[in-house]
């Protein structure tokens, strides 16, 4: 079933798909009438609609059945200091797929560039991609946070869980099973290209963040912050398997 995206306050029993979402259907997979499609709106709602009328720029759909998700009991954010953005740009599909609750990026002292103040239009849709692809019904949060490591902690008080990727800690530190077993809300805090500055990381430490490792081995940003949204998805299928 070809699934397609819808802002909530867009949902009726009778909708209408404009924009790119129309020129998809349309042009790219040259849908018809009477044809069943899947509705998404990032916030876990689901619906399945069926096309009953298209013209040259909008498609108009008919509820059929929708679900609502509940919201998951482990929620996982990951704040990164703003990197390059060569490798940058697959991330945002990536967290869609391993069930991020959040993508935040923060400005550190060796950021080599500016976090841009506000959200990227583009940026969301690369996720909204991936959430298509993989039939994930919740989108990440997005934030941006150019007053850096401040910004980030301050958005993170009433986290029950904060992690800081570092590499400078021992091989008794590594990031355990168990802390990727924790319900409520948990952040990891990751550090730009050249690492946290020794101001940052003090910080950050003195503000309740537990420092952890991934292993001996240097990481680059991107590959630290996958591999943690990836041990805890599956952590999360794990657990969901043996019930």
């Known amino acids: 079933m070809k699934t397609f995206f819808l802002e909530t306050d867009k949902w009726d029993e009778h909708c209408v798909l404009e924009g790119q979402e129309a020129k998809h259907a349309i042009k790219v997979l040259r849908m018809r009438t009477g044809e069943t499609i899947r509705l998404l709106d990032g ?11 298209m013209d040259k720029h909008t498609v108009s759909i008919e509820q059929q059945e929708i679900i609502q998700h509940p919201k998951p009991k482990a929620e996982h954010y990951v704040a ?33 560039s500016k976090v841009p103040s506000e959200v990227k239009e583009s940026w969301e849709g690369q996720m909204l991609a991936g959430a298509k692809q993989c039939d994930n019904p919740w989108i990440p949060e997005l934030a941006t946070f150019p007053t ?25 530190d590594i ?16 550090g730009p290209e050249g690492g946290f500055s020794d101001a940052e990381a003090e910080y950050f430490k003195n503000q309740g963040a537990k420092p952890v490792s991934l292993g001996k081995r ?26």
């Open 175 to 190: 990031l355990s099973s168990e802390q990727l077993d924790l319900s409520g809300k948990t952040l990891f805090i990751i």
């Open 43 to 53: 916030k876990g709602q689901e619906g399945t609609f069926t096309i009953t009328e």
């Open 148 to 172: 850096g490591s401040k910004g980030v902690m301050n958005r993170a008080e009433d986290f029950d869980n904060i992690f800081m990727l570092w590499e400078g800690q021992s091989p008794s």
């Open 218 to 243: 240097i990481l680059r940003w991107e590959t630290a912050a996958l591999l943690c949204l990836g041990l805890a998805w599956w952590k999360g299928e794990v657990n969901n398997a043996a019930r």
């Open 80 to 112: 990164i200091g703003w990197g390059k953005s060569v490798r940058r740009g697959w991330i945002f599909e990536k967290a869609v797929e391993f069930g991020a609750a959040g993508l935040w990026f923060w400005q550190a002292d060796r950021s080599q």
